[in-house]
């Protein structure tokens, strides 16, 4: 798809490769997180339960926005189990017992990872003219920092 938005055809195609990594993150943590919601069990299970459903939920949203910035791209976007396990760093937890401990450090852990996922994208974006990427990133590291300081502060 020929597009002409003032961004360069090769730089809007290394942006929709690199935001293809954010997406299949922010997809394998919002899976994560919405198993751990459902069998999250233990004396934080209501707070943990509620947290967990508010997370998943925003993570469903930027899921789309993502995608949609990378067809803005002029590019299709990843949409399979296989594609964003191959591309994610975060990885799914197969296990069906996880202690909510464990829940929220692999949740903080896996934030933590999309937030540095999200800023090594920032250098493509020099001289890219992309303001739609930069505003997208920007959320999404706020997003995840803070999320990632509200896990961390339940552990201790």
Not at 36 to 60: I, K, R, S
Not at 88 to 94: A, G, L, T
Request: charged share 25%; proline share 3%.
């Amino acid at each position: 798809m020929s597009l002409n938005t003032g961004i360069e055809e090769s730089k809007r195609l290394e942006i929709a490769k690199d935001l293809s990594k954010l997406l299949s993150e922010s997809y394998t943590l919002y899976l994560k997180t919405h198993k751990y919601h459902w069998n999250v069990t233990g004396p934080m299970f209501q707070t943990l339960h509620l947290m967990f459903e508010q997370h998943y939920n925003d993570l469903a949203l930027a899921v789309d926005e993502i995608a949609e910035r990378i067809r803005v791209m002029g590019v299709k976007a990843p949409g399979s189990y296989t594609e964003f396990q191959e591309l994610s760093q975060v990885k799914e937890d197969s296990r069906l017992d996880v202690p909510a401990g464990d829940m929220i450090q692999n949740l903080l852990n896996d934030h933590e990872q999309v937030v540095r996922t999200a800023k090594a994208i920032l250098p493509s974006l020099d001289g890219a003219n992309d303001e739609g990427t930069n505003s997208l990133l920007g959320a999404r590291i706020e997003y995840h920092e803070k999320t990632a300081w509200m896990l961390k502060s339940l552990l201790g």
